[in-house]
C-alpha cells in the first residue's frame, strides 16, 4: 500500500457507522451484559451453519481479554472485528469482521454471524453494507470478497443482496474441515458505489 493511501485510514477503535436500525462498532468491556442477554435469548440451533457466537459471554474477564485482542488485531490491521446492535435499544445482534488476506494489495474477507432470534430481517444485509462502507472509505481496502459453503444460501443471499459478484468455486477450501468448496463472492472500490 502507498503512503498515501495509509494516511487516509481510520483508527479501528474510531470506526463507528450508522444504519437506518443498526450499529456497528468495535465492542466495548461495557457490551458484556448486552452480549450475553442476546446470548441467553437464543432460539435452539436453527440449521448447521448456526451456532453461537464465541465471545467468552459467561465470564466477564474472558470477555474483556477478547475485546482485548480484538483492538491487537485491529491496531495491526490484521483483523476488524464488529458488534452489530440495534440503535434504539443497544441490543446486540451479531459479529461482523474483515480479515485483512493482503495488505499489500487490500484484500480482506468480509464475514457475518447473526444471533439466531434475529434471523431474516435483514440485519446481516444492513450490517455488511455498513461494512463495505467502513472497507472502502475509512480502510483502504480494494476488494472484498465473503465465501460461503455450497449450500449456505442465507449467506450466499446477503452477498448478492449487498451487491457482490459471484466469481466461482474455490475448491476443497478449509483442510481442518476436510477440504469443502466454497462459493465466492466479491466487489471492489472501483466498482463499488
Ligand atoms: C448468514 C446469516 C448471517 C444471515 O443473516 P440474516 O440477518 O438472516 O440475513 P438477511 O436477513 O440480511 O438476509 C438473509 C436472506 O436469506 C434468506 N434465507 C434465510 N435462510 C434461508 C435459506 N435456508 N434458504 C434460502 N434463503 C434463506 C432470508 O429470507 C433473507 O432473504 P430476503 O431478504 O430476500 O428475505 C445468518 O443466517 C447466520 O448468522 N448464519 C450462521 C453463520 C453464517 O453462516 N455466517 C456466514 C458464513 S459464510
New binding site residues.
Partial sequence: MKKDQCKKTTAYLKLNLTGKRLILRPFKFSDFKSCQASDKNRLPI??K???PISLGKSDYQEFKEKIKRHRLRGKARIHFIFGIFDKKTGEH??NLDLLTINQQIGWGNL??????Q???????????RLALTIAFKYLNFHRIE????MD???????AI?IGLKYEGVRKKFFPHKGGIDMRVYATNAIDYK
Fill in positions: 436453527l440449521n451453519f448456526d451456532e445482534i451479531g464475514g457475518f454471524h447473526i444471533q439466531n434475529y434471523y431474516s430481517k435483514g440485519y446481516a444485509s444492513e450490517a455488511s465473503a465465501a460461503m459453503e449456505n444460501l442465507a449467506s450466499k443471499k446477503v443482496k
